[in-house]
């Protein structure tokens, strides 16, 4: 029995990103979007520039519901599908 790998991908676009895991149990791939959130310029003083501190924070945010999503208490930083039941 071989055990499943989970790869985190971030997806930026020019007006959304995204926050998926990538399973792979050798065989096959499933894609599962874990956090979706705007990306958009922001204004300063009648001046638009591109939002950083906002995307990243997002980021962050997705990463912390993978984290929490796959971790099983008492497992380490392992994932919750590599630990005996």
Not at 9 to 15: N, R, S
Request: one cysteine or more; glycine letters at 10%; a negative charge.
């Amino acid at each position: 029995m071989s055990k499943e790998l989970i790869t985190l991908a971030i997806d930026m676009g020019a007006e959304s990103g995204r926050v998926i895991a990538v399973h792979f149990d050798g065989e096959s791939l499933q894609v599962d979007e874990l956090h979706r959130f705007a990306n958009g310029p922001v204004n300063v003083r009648g001046t638009l520039f591109w939002d950083v501190i906002g995307p990243w924070r997002e980021i962050q945010m997705g990463i912390d519901r993978a984290f929490f999503s796959f971790l099983q208490p008492g497992c380490g930083y392992l994932m919750r599908r590599f630990c005996p039941a």
